[in-house]
């Protein structure tokens, strides 16, 4: 769907991110019981298992959207992802995996706004290092904001530190996607061997 809604900072966590839900079609609750999620790759709809990593890491990534005002279609993901890497996942290794992914993706959608993104995120903070609790949800929003660093935006002009910041976190993940790329391949090309061997 795509949708980036604008909140009320007096507005609680809780019930901005049950708007959020409702906005963005994914149901009361946000599916999180669900053992199946549909995720729209641009205009391909794909299937992926609901594992409890990926609960962990998309509780604080929904809230993610909500601070960060990043839309959830396909060029808002790939900027929270930046922002997400940028600002750190913590031990949250789906998060981490997910991230550099979307990161990678989005340098050859978006270049300009995948940086910027990673920028904000070095100068702000994420959630994955605090409690997920009714405690963090009941905040107000703008307060929450303004803890994470949100009161003043990043600087218009990355600094050095962040400029090689940013190239580190690119270097990284693109060898982990072409890890992740070869892996598939291999194993297309083990099923194959397979599939001929048993034709013989």
Do not use: Q
Request: glycine residues 10%; neutral net charge.
């Amino acid at each position: 769907m795509g949708v980036k809604t604008d909140y009320d900072p007096a507005e609680r966590v809780r019930d901005a991110r049950e708007r959020y839900f409702l906005d963005n079609g994914f149901g009361a609750g946000g599916n999180y019981d669900e053992k199946w999620v549909r995720v729209d790759l641009g205009p391909i709809p794909v299937m992926i298992p609901n594992t409890p990593g990926r609960i962990r890491a998309v509780r604080y990534h929904d809230l993610h959207h909500i601070v960060t005002g990043y839309a959830t279609d396909l060029v808002g993901e790939f900027e929270i992802s930046a922002w997400e890497i940028g600002s750190g996942c913590g031990r949250l290794w789906f998060a981490w995996m997910i991230n550099m992914t979307g990161m990678i993706a989005g340098l050859f959608v978006a270049p300009g706004a995948i940086y910027r993104a990673f920028v904000r995120g070095r100068h702000t903070r994420s959630l994955y290092d605090r409690p997920f609790d009714d405690a963090l949800l009941e905040r107000p929003l703008g307060e929450l904001r303004a803890e994470l660093g949100f009161a003043s935006e990043a600087p218009a002009v990355a600094s050095a530190a962040d400029r090689r910041a940013f190239a580190r976190w690119v270097t990284i993940a693109g060898l982990f996607c072409l890890l992740i790329a070869l892996l598939h391949v291999a194993a297309l090309a083990l099923l194959v061997w397979l599939v001929i061997s048993l034709l013989r």
